[in-house]
């Protein structure tokens, strides 16, 4: 969201007060916005699922694809949280929007954030591949318990597909810009994973927290300021790597400008960044298998199989 950085873009910067902990809070969640995303949810959550991920708060955009009934069919309710997230809120006073998925990441820490050990915001088109170990939470025991990691994007494009092609998105996928911290417009970003019962100041990209302020970690064990984290010292991906499936092929790249983003200025705007970010991509790339590595050596499946049942009902957010 870095071309909303201008003069009246809107509000994208949230202050809250932690929530307290619950007795016994443990695991690590992942809040997501979404909107129609029923042809890419399922590996998503799948996959995330087999890495450790207890729960799943889910904001929804208003979908009209079946995205929520995907969701439902694959996880438990004890595993899923849906909160209706549809329109856009305006700041009167200012006449500035406010960020609709800013301010949900901040009703998710709010609400929910007491629960978890640790909670990562991260989109449907990003996974988080733990490269050393089987779950998320065992790649983070490096970071100890310091409460902001920032992990750089690796930006896959197109994988010279023109069309989309059959089967997951992270086993077709495999090219990627060569450099994640280079110093371009769009291709260069973080997402984090924080302490949520430590964090005091919330955007997409980062966080504040009560006890170190703008101090983030890599999740090699390595602080810095958030400026930082642009600094070639600050790169890793020894042991989590964040894999964003930027743009899909062209045909699904085409598609998502057409549908257009909920907090964009106007559509020529996206149609714009998106089109300038892949050609950042693409003019170095380097071969990355290790996310189609992991799910094989793993056997983790990405799909129901045939036949398989629905998932048993449980009570509540446990």
Same mark, same amino acid.
């Given at each position: 969201?870095?071309?909303?950085?201008?003069?009246?873009?809107?509000?994208?910067?949230?202050?809250?007060?932690?929530?307290?902990?619950?007795?016994?809070?443990?695991?690590?969640?992942?809040?997501?916005?979404?909107?129609?995303?029923?042809?890419?949810?399922?590996?998503?959550?799948?996959?995330?699922?087999?890495?450790?991920?207890?729960?799943?708060?889910?904001?929804?955009?208003?979908?009209?694809?079946?995205?929520?009934?995907?969701?439902?069919?694959?996880?438990?309710?004890?595993?899923?949280?849906?909160?209706?997230?549809?329109?856009?809120?305006?700041?009167?006073?200012?006449?500035?929007?406010?960020?609709?998925?800013?301010?949900?990441?901040?009703?998710?820490?709010?609400?929910?954030?007491?629960?978890?050990?640790?909670?990562?915001?991260?989109?449907?088109?990003?996974?988080?591949?733990?490269?050393?170990?089987?779950?998320?939470?065992?790649?983070?025991?490096?970071?100890?318990?310091?409460?902001?990691?920032?992990?750089?994007?690796?930006?896959?494009?197109?994988?010279?597909?023109?069309?989309?092609?059959?089967?997951?998105?992270?086993?077709?996928?495999?090219?990627?810009?060569?450099?994640?911290?280079?110093?371009?417009?769009?291709?260069?970003?973080?997402?984090?994973?924080?302490?949520?019962?430590?964090?005091?100041?919330?955007?997409?990209?980062?966080?504040?927290?009560?006890?170190?302020?703008?101090?983030?970690?890599?999740?090699?064990?390595?602080?810095? /300021?958030?400026?930082?984290?642009?600094?070639?010292?600050?790169?890793?991906?020894?042991?989590?790597?964040?894999?964003?499936?930027?743009?899909?092929?062209?045909?699904?790249?085409?598609?998502?400008?057409?549908?257009?983003?909920?907090?964009?200025?106007?559509?020529?705007?996206?149609?714009?960044?998106?089109? /300038?970010?892949?050609?950042?991509?693409?003019?170095?790339?380097?071969?990355?298998?290790?996310?189609?590595?992991?799910?094989?050596?793993?056997?983790?499946?990405?799909?129901?199989?045939?036949?398989?049942?629905?998932?048993?009902?449980?009570?509540?957010?446990?």
């Amino acid at each position: 969201m870095l071309w909303f950085g201008r003069k009246n873009a809107g509000i994208k910067t949230l202050s809250i007060t932690p929530p307290e902990p619950h007795p016994g809070r443990h695991g690590v969640a992942i809040a997501v916005c979404v909107k129609d995303e029923a042809h890419y949810i399922e590996e998503w959550i799948r996959f995330h699922r087999a890495v450790g991920v207890r729960h799943f708060i889910v904001y929804d955009n208003g979908s009209t694809d079946g995205t929520c009934d995907v969701l439902q069919s694959v996880l438990n309710p004890s595993e899923l949280t849906i909160v209706p997230w549809a329109g856009r809120i305006v700041c009167s006073k200012l006449n500035q929007l406010i960020d609709g998925q800013v301010l949900a990441l901040a009703h998710a820490i709010l609400n929910f954030g007491g629960r978890f050990r640790r909670m990562a915001f991260i989109d449907v088109d990003e996974f988080l591949l733990p490269r050393q170990h089987a779950t998320i939470e065992e790649a983070l025991k490096t970071t100890g318990d310091f409460p902001n990691v920032s992990l750089p994007w690796h930006m896959f494009g197109t994988s010279g597909h023109r069309s989309r092609p059959s089967g997951p998105v992270v086993l077709n996928f495999t090219r990627r810009f060569s450099d994640p911290l280079a110093p371009t417009e769009f291709a260069t970003n973080f997402k984090c994973i924080v302490d949520p019962c430590e964090v005091i100041e919330v955007t997409v990209h980062q966080f504040r927290t009560r006890q170190f302020d703008d101090q983030t970690m890599n999740d090699a064990g390595y602080r810095t /300021s958030r400026r930082g984290r642009k600094n070639p010292r600050f790169y890793s991906n020894a042991y989590l790597q964040l894999n964003h499936y930027y743009s899909k092929s062209e045909e699904e790249m085409a598609t998502k400008i057409a549908r257009g983003w909920t907090y964009a200025v106007s559509a020529e705007r996206l149609r714009e960044k998106m089109h /300038s970010t892949l050609r950042d991509i693409q003019r170095s790339e380097v071969e990355d298998c290790t996310m189609v590595d992991f799910i094989h050596s793993r056997g983790i499946e990405l799909h129901r199989p045939a036949g398989m049942a629905h998932p048993a009902p449980s009570a509540g957010l446990s």
